[in-house]
């Protein structure tokens, strides 16, 4: 049986919610490990190596859903104690590894008595389907399996309170190969990506979009390139996209204006578990043509001059 040896990087007793954020940069937390293992639906790792290396601003990713997390973390405990019989105590602590510095965890609570720990969720009601088998949400049972590896521990408890009226809990028992298995991505991730500032493969997000547009901002004019070979199928597939695109917006507009057609006057339906509503909405917005033609003096004035690099394909000879 492995001994927990817990090493503490700092206490959280009164740490602000700003300088815990900060903390985050200091290396790979367990909310981190799902992201660099590709498991996580809401950020891609290229976006977290923006957010490890200062590239973009320190937020919470789930925002609102996140907070009441939080504030329903104790009752989640607590509930836990009730159906389980177990005590559990808080851990206000950052904890890392005691090999790999940067290797970071914030466990929940601590389970007393026990060489185990309790992960607290809360979870919508849409996502009820994931908690029916004895199985638990892979990015949940990574984060977990990261906090076992840090700790030492033999097993966690995972207790989540879904859509605010449905109470679950599990055990899940420490499984070290899948451990060395997340902290051999994490220390590669730490070492190659963000000590060596190396971006990870870009994605499609907004963030790897936005990172483009500022890193080459300025073209040279009139400077060409010969792209590798493989680009031609890239763009042959891209082509590809664009069409499908086209005809799913084209069939996604028919079924919206089958609904119009069936709502007429009525600004809301009702079918299933759907709202359907079209009612009028009012905005005030400036006519730029008048405000061109009728008082060019102002429009000139207020005309603001800006430049982008506008990307186009399209097939020669």
């Known amino acids: 049986m492995a001994k927990a040896q817990i090493e503490i990087l700092a206490s959280t007793d009164n740490m602000s919610h700003s300088e815990w954020l900060e903390m985050r940069t200091k290396g790979i937390g367990g909310s981190d490990a799902s992201i660099i293992l590709g498991l996580n639906k809401y ?146 991730f730490w070492r190659h990506h963000v000590l060596g500032n190396i971006p990870p493969a870009l994605d499609g997000s907004s963030a790897a979009e936005q990172f483009l547009k500022e890193r080459y901002e300025k073209s040279e004019p009139n400077k060409t390139v010969d792209l590798a070979f493989e680009y031609k199928d890239k763009i042959s597939t891209l082509y590809s996209l664009k069409d499908k695109i086209k005809e799913l917006e084209s069939r996604k507009k028919k079924i919206e204006n089958d609904i119009k057609s069936e709502l007429k006057e009525a600004e809301y339906g009702f079918v299933g578990n759907y709202q359907v509503g079209w009612k009028p909405i009012t905005s005030n917005r400036i006519d730029s043509k008048r405000l061109k033609t009728d008082f060019s003096e102002v429009y000139n004035k207020v005309l603001n001059e800006t430049t982008y690099r506008k990307f186009t394909i399209k097939e020669i000879g």
């Open 43 to 188: 950020k891609t790792s290229f976006e977290l190596w923006l957010e490890k290396t200062g590239q973009s601003l320190l937020e919470d990713s789930a925002g609102e859903a996140a907070y009441f997390g939080n504030l329903l973390e104790d009752v989640v405990a607590k509930e836990f104690e009730v159906r389980t019989g177990k005590k559990v105590r808080s851990r206000n602590a950052i904890l890392k590894h005691p090999e790999h510095q940067f290797i970071l965890g914030n466990i929940d609570r601590k389970v007393v008595g026990e060489n185990a720990l309790l992960e607290c969720k809360t979870a919508s009601v849409y996502l009820k389907d994931q908690w029916e088998s004895e199985e638990i949400p892979e990015s949940y049972l990574v984060q977990i399996q990261h906090y076992l590896g840090i700790t030492g521990y033999q097993k966690a408890y995972i207790a989540v309170l879904i859509g605010g009226q449905r109470f679950v809990w599990k055990e899940v028992e420490r499984d070290d190969e899948l451990i060395k298995m997340i902290f051999d991505a994490e220390i590669h």
